[in-house]
């Protein structure tokens, strides 16, 4: 009783201030707020959205379903969630926070994911997508295309490892003897056909439900983006994050890294875009530093995606915490797997101009082509974000008008 009253408030507390701080710093909240509006308008959304259509639609298919069955052998085995695990854990990875929240969240309102499985599913399959790590982390802000396979490397390998510990969390799934049987080609083609077959919503109908409840996520990613980047910005004026700063930089001291670093980390921790590129211009760190505390909160994800993922898991039963704490494991593994790797994957890179032709000169090159489409996103990103906001709204008016 004693700590709920406390945490009344410290709410409520935090929220007159938020307020006055907002009164007392309207520029600055003003041109925070354009910031977060932005990257949300410029590349959140357009990047996001084609990924939400398209899942909801392959859930409403049956394809999912079908995809499930045919990695129940892999996922089971090595993360104890189900097969259609393997779709959340690609489509995560390819389109970037939060999606793998939203995917996993969809699959335990349909019923093909208890609430362990989703805890254990949702904690690992959250990650930067490629595009931001190589584009806007290791050519924009470190202006080091080499760097970005590196951090990449780091990230994707902390998620591995932060699924594998995870299989081990909450009490065993039982398998049924008709789990065991849906590993066949024609079992996962039934499985299909009766997914389809039973979600009788005609074709039109269910691409205006995936664009209805796509756009309406991203409006509110969009909020927790904008909210944020004020948060951040108020911060700093009101010398909170110099006041973290302090306690972060015995830890930093004790690991040989210079002081500097403190408040880049602390900005991280809230939003890993800023942190990232305030990382980057610390001029008292090595490279490799700068590595390590940039895979730590490239992995941590920050407190404004973290909102946006507990938005999402609170229209179900999966539970916030096990993904908070799996944030915390994948960002001391993505550090950890960037010292590792310093050698034998940077400084290796480094030193050979061309070490290998097997690897995409999207990684290894100048980063021109990666420079290329990310750019490319920021001109058309707006363009996709009117369309898609105009098709919303015609979609919205016809379904109140026919209720």
Same mark, same amino acid.
């Given at each position: 009783?004693?700590?709920?009253?406390?945490?009344?408030?410290?709410? =409520?507390?935090?929220?007159?201030?938020?307020? /006055?701080?907002?009164?007392?710093?309207?520029?600055?909240?003003?041109?925070?707020?354009?910031?977060?509006?932005?990257?949300?308008?410029?590349?959140?959304?357009?990047?996001?959205?084609?990924?939400?259509?398209?899942?909801?639609?392959?859930?409403?298919?049956?394809?999912?379903?079908?995809?499930?069955?045919?990695?129940?052998?892999?996922?089971?085995?090595?993360?104890?969630?189900?097969?259609?695990?393997?779709?959340?854990?690609?489509?995560?990875?390819?389109?970037?926070?939060?999606?793998?929240?939203?995917? =996993?969240?969809?699959?335990?309102?349909?019923?093909?994911?208890?609430?362990?499985?989703?805890?254990?599913?949702?904690?690992?399959?959250?990650?930067?997508?490629?595009?931001?790590?190589?584009?806007?982390?290791?050519?924009?802000?470190?202006?080091?295309?080499?760097?970005?396979?590196?951090?990449?490397? /780091?990230?994707?390998?902390?998620?591995?490892?932060?699924?594998?510990?995870?299989?081990?969390?909450?009490?065993?799934?039982?398998?049924?003897?008709?789990?065991?049987?849906?590993?066949?080609?024609?079992?996962?083609?039934?499985?299909?056909? +009766?997914?389809?077959?039973?979600?009788?919503?005609?074709?039109?109908?269910?691409?205006?439900?995936?664009?209805?409840?796509?756009?309406?996520?991203?409006?509110?990613?969009?909020?927790?983006?904008?909210?944020?980047?004020?948060?951040?910005?108020?911060?700093?004026?009101?010398?909170?994050?110099?006041?973290? %700063?302090?306690?972060?930089?015995?830890?930093?001291?004790?690991? =040989?890294?210079?002081?500097?670093?403190?408040?880049?980390?602390?900005?991280?921790?809230?939003?890993?875009?800023?942190? =990232?590129?305030?990382?980057?211009?610390? +001029?008292?760190?090595?490279?490799? +530093?700068?590595?390590?505390?940039?895979?730590?909160?490239?992995?941590?994800?920050?407190?404004?995606?973290? /909102?946006?993922? %507990?938005?999402?898991?609170? +229209?179900?039963?999966?539970?916030?915490?096990?993904?908070?704490?799996? !944030?915390?494991?994948?960002?001391?593994?993505?550090?950890?797997?960037?010292?590792?790797?310093?050698?034998?994957?940077?400084?290796?890179?480094?030193?050979?101009?061309?070490?290998?032709?097997?690897?995409?000169?999207?990684?290894?090159?100048?980063?021109?082509?990666?420079?290329?489409?990310?750019?490319?996103?920021?001109?058309?990103?707006?363009?996709?974000?009117?369309?898609?906001?105009?098709?919303?709204?015609?979609?919205?008016?016809? !379904?109140?008008?026919?209720?």
């Amino acid at each position: 009783m004693v700590l709920s009253k406390l945490k009344t408030v410290f709410l =409520s507390v935090s929220a007159t201030i938020l307020a /006055a701080s907002l009164i007392s710093f309207p520029r600055e909240s003003f041109e925070a707020s354009i910031r977060g509006l932005t990257m949300w308008w410029e590349i959140v959304f357009p990047s996001l959205l084609p990924f939400f259509i398209v899942s909801e639609m392959l859930i409403g298919f049956g394809v999912v379903k079908f995809i499930g069955v045919m990695l129940e052998p892999l996922m089971r085995p090595l993360f104890k969630v189900p097969g259609v695990g393997g779709f959340v854990w690609a489509m995560g990875m390819a389109s970037g926070q939060p999606a793998g929240a939203k995917f =996993s969240a969809r699959l335990r309102q349909e019923g093909h994911l208890t609430q362990i499985e989703a805890e254990r599913l949702v904690s690992f399959t959250n990650s930067s997508n490629p595009l931001f790590i190589f584009s806007a982390v290791a050519v924009g802000f470190f202006n080091n295309p080499k760097i970005g396979l590196l951090l990449a490397a /780091a990230h994707y390998l902390g998620n591995i490892c932060v699924g594998i510990i995870m299989r081990f969390y909450g009490k065993e799934t039982p398998e049924t003897s008709d789990e065991r049987k849906k590993f066949k080609f024609r079992t996962a083609l039934s499985v299909l056909h +009766q997914t389809r077959i039973k979600d009788n919503r005609p074709i039109g109908r269910l691409l205006g439900d995936a664009v209805n409840s796509s756009i309406q996520t991203l409006l509110m990613i969009g909020g927790f983006i904008i909210l944020f980047s004020v948060i951040n910005k108020l911060l700093y004026l009101l010398h909170i994050t110099a006041i973290l %700063a302090k306690t972060v930089e015995v830890l930093l001291s004790s690991l =040989s890294f210079p002081d500097m670093l403190s408040i880049p980390f602390i900005s991280g921790l809230f939003e890993i875009t800023m942190g =990232s590129q305030l990382i980057s211009h610390v +001029q008292d760190a090595t490279l490799l +530093q700068k590595a390590i505390i940039t895979s730590f909160i490239l992995a941590f994800s920050g407190f404004s995606i973290q /909102a946006q993922v %507990a938005s999402i898991l609170a +229209q179900t039963d999966i539970r916030f915490k096990p993904f908070f704490i799996a !944030r915390i494991l994948q960002g001391i593994f993505s550090a950890l797997f960037a010292l590792l790797l310093w050698k034998p994957l940077y400084i290796r890179i480094s030193h050979h101009e061309q070490p290998s032709n097997t690897l995409p000169v999207v990684f290894l090159g100048d980063g021109s082509m990666a420079n290329h489409v990310y750019h490319k996103m920021i001109e058309v990103g707006p363009l996709i974000t009117i369309f898609s906001l105009l098709i919303y709204t015609v979609l919205l008016f016809t !379904r109140l008008k026919k209720s």
